[in-house]
């Protein structure tokens, strides 16, 4: 638990999201990189709880986006309502009212569950296979800048690591949040530092990509708000012309920013099992993978892409 916490300003939601969440399938399925177990103090009844940043809808005049940190947990694996803590004495601190509408927004109320989990269980005997353990796992709606940037220090990476690159950005140029966290920084404050600084976050070679992804943010080259009106294939072009990121990680940005339900990102994990599942365990390109599964799962490619990332790294599939 955040040493900083302070009980006499912490205040609690239950907010109920219209359909099931099953919070460790969705938090540590990789989609985003800041969540980590704690506990909320004096509500035992949670059995699981995690701490995080996440977006507010920005508020009216103002720009950028505003980020709060929150506890999310629900009192069984998957339920339909969360309890959520925050922070009610932090600096510039939402009302009660704005941090519910940005829970329903980020965990994706509006997608109705219990028919993407139908529709994917009965497309095809393997993907009847991983709906259960991925009951309620949903697609987050992450705020797109540290979503791009998440993704552009995850090339060649691993998550505890990338993680820990993200931390160390928000904590030295982020803004307070509450609970003792910070907000992933702007795009204008990334910038701005020196080449040392980001080699102090340990993210490697990452770092030319970072600065060239912060260039074109800034500049307006690569326009995060007008990716969300763009067709896919124009969308995901757009995001290609920031140095080092290619269809996986657009794809990625794609998804877990815009919501493109469609597209259907392919790393290793995702190429070996449509390999072993679909194209008779022959070795197969990112891009064969990635229009196979398109051309499977459609409209709900994402979830069938999460369904299969779950599946085959825990070891299910054998």
Not at 33 to 54: C, E, H, N, T
Not at 207 to 212: A, E, F
Not at 266 to 272: G, L
Request: proline share 6%; glycine share 10%.
């Amino acid at each position: 638990m955040p040493g900083s916490i302070r009980l006499d300003t912490l205040r609690t939601l239950d907010i109920d999201l219209g359909g099931p969440v099953n919070l460790e399938a969705t938090l540590e399925c990789g989609q985003a990189f800041r969540w980590r177990k704690v506990a909320i103090p004096g509500r035992r009844d949670v059995a699981a709880s995690y701490l995080g940043v996440m977006p507010l809808l920005p508020a009216s005049g103002r720009r950028g986006t505003r980020q709060i940190a929150a506890i999310v947990g629900q009192t069984d694996k998957v339920t339909d309502r969360l309890t959520v803590a925050y922070d009610a004495g932090s600096h510039g601190c939402a009302s009660p009212g704005a941090v519910q509408e940005a829970i329903l927004r980020y965990f994706s109320a509006g997608d109705d569950l219990p028919a993407i989990e139908r529709d994917i269980a009965g497309a095809d005997p393997v993907m009847a296979a991983t709906a259960p353990p991925a009951h309620g796992l949903r697609i987050l709606r992450q705020d797109p800048w540290e979503c791009l940037a998440s993704y552009v220090l995850s090339i060649n990476n691993n998550i505890p690591n990338i993680g820990k690159i993200v931390e160390h950005l928000a904590r030295y140029l982020g803004e307070p949040v509450g609970f003792g966290e910070s907000g992933f920084p702007s795009p204008e404050l990334v910038a701005c530092q020196e080449n040392g600084f980001l080699r102090e976050s340990k993210c490697g070679f990452r770092d030319r990509y970072l600065k060239d992804a912060t260039e074109k943010v800034v500049s307006g080259e690569v326009d995060l708000a007008a990716l969300g009106d763009m067709p896919t294939e124009q969308a995901r072009e757009r995001l290609m012309r920031i140095r080092g990121v290619g269809p996986k990680v657009a794809d990625c940005v794609l998804l877990f920013a815009y919501h493109r339900l469609d597209v259907f990102p392919v790393d290793v994990w995702i190429a070996r099992a449509m390999s072993r599942f679909y194209l008779d365990g022959r070795p197969v390109t990112p891009k064969v993978a990635r229009e196979e599964g398109a051309r499977r799962f459609g409209a709900l490619a994402g979830y069938a892409q999460e369904y299969l990332f779950c599946h085959i790294r825990s070891g299910l599939a054998g």
